[in-house]
């Protein structure tokens, strides 16, 4: 039923995992001493400020993002103004989580909002790029049977893998290893990334292996 929605979901994803490989290897080729443990907080921009920039790009295209009602400029103007600023809002309400399961308030800040710009970039901004900056409709469909199309059970899976990834990748950080994955925060980058990286891979295919069960309400 929903087979080109699908197939234009893999191609997506299929692009914006590109994204993330190309922005971990070609900074190696221009930054001397690249790495993601050595240079994290670059690698970590890197991978945020592509996987931005790529979304947009990809969903505007496929035409994902829900039309405007309006079409005068200071419409659109006002639109994407909310967009930035929830964007924003949404790297201080990660930033907060973070403190509040137990990063450090003054110390590694820059680390810790730098994590929530990360997490904002593979959350948040598909909400906005599917749905717009419309907090009724986030809040509608990550409520229980909330999702009325693909592109919102997608959200669902992508966002819920991605903060589990984050939150499994807290787990090593108390080990006593002193290994340089354990330095905040790469492995809550790494985890938010993998998590990230195993939705993008696993929303299509649940989708596609239950497209006969599905069905939603009309919008």
Known sequence: MWDHEIRAMAST???IAASVFMATVVPAVFVQGFSVYGTHLLWLYSVSGTVTAVSVAVFWLLGITPPTKKHTLGYKLS?????????????????????????????SALETFSLAVLLTSLTTLRCLCVLGPNVQAWIRVFSRHGAMSVWDTC??????????????????????WDRPWQVWPVSCSLGAMIGFLTGLVAAPAWIHYHRKQLTYKCK
């Open 155 to 176: 959200l669902q899976i992508t966002v819920t893998c991605t903060v589990v990834g984050a939150w499994v990748g807290a787990f090593p950080l108390p080990l006593d």
């Open 13 to 15: 994803h299929a692009v």
């Open 79 to 107: 639109r994407l103004f909310r967009s930035c600023l929830y964007f924003f809002l949404s790297c201080l309400f990660f930033h907060t989580v973070v403190v509040l399961y137990g990063a450090p308030l003054i110390e």
